[in-house]
């Protein structure tokens, strides 16, 4: 006898939704028959918001935060400490940094950190825009963000190193975030401590 399964339809929906970081197989089962089903759903209306944003929001070419069709939220924004730069691995690590609201600065996004067994060298990273802004600010302070494991702490030495030729101070966040942990798992309070205690 034939095993009974979801439409076609439903299947490619199901293989696109396990895609996602963190959706298991049962759980893209769920979402998929959530969002054909619930009167809560608005399938269209999120398969426009993902249409649009993967047409519009980019990487912006300063500083690697997202932006719009409204520009750059960080670059524009006025009364940011333009000489204190914050270094981070992702686009995603700034909003935990902004929550805490103990920086006023600028931000560098890489786009990952250096990772030898994954293929991630330099050259992947936005390492270069990084040396040309911090060139471009003279006496600046440079933050280095990064993760307290071992490709974090990796990637900032090799930072630290490449940026000992610049006109520039190069500082790391103080052991307040939890070893092996990213930015995107602690609190305002961590943070807050961690940028008070950079060395």
Do not use: W
């Amino acid at each position: 006898m034939a095993r009974i399964e979801y439409p076609a339809e439903v299947r490619a929906l199901v293989s696109e939704l396990k895609r996602l970081p963190g959706v298991g197989p049962r759980s893209a089962e769920r979402i998929a028959v959530f969002l054909l089903q619930s009167p809560k759903a608005s399938p269209r209306e999120l398969s426009g918001a993902l249409q649009q944003c993967a047409g519009i929001v980019r990487a912006c070419p300063t500083c690697g935060f997202f932006t719009g069709e409204s520009g750059c939220a960080v670059c524009s924004e006025q009364g940011r400490d333009t000489a204190v730069l914050c270094v981070v691995e992702q686009p995603t690590d700034v909003l935990p940094i902004e929550r805490s609201g103990v920086f006023r600065g600028l931000y560098h996004c890489l786009g990952g950190r250096l990772s030898p067994l994954d293929g991630v060298r330099p050259e992947d990273l936005r390492i270069g825009e990084l040396v040309r802004r911090v060139r471009d600010t003279p006496g600046a302070e440079v933050i280095l963000a990064t993760s307290s494991d071992v490709e974090g702490e990796a990637t900032s030495n090799y930072l630290s190193d490449v940026l000992s030729s610049c006109d520039c101070s190069v500082t790391r966040l103080a052991q307040g975030l939890p070893a092996g942990g990213g930015l995107e798992f602690a609190d305002e309070l961590t943070l807050s401590r961690a940028f008070e205690g950079r060395r």
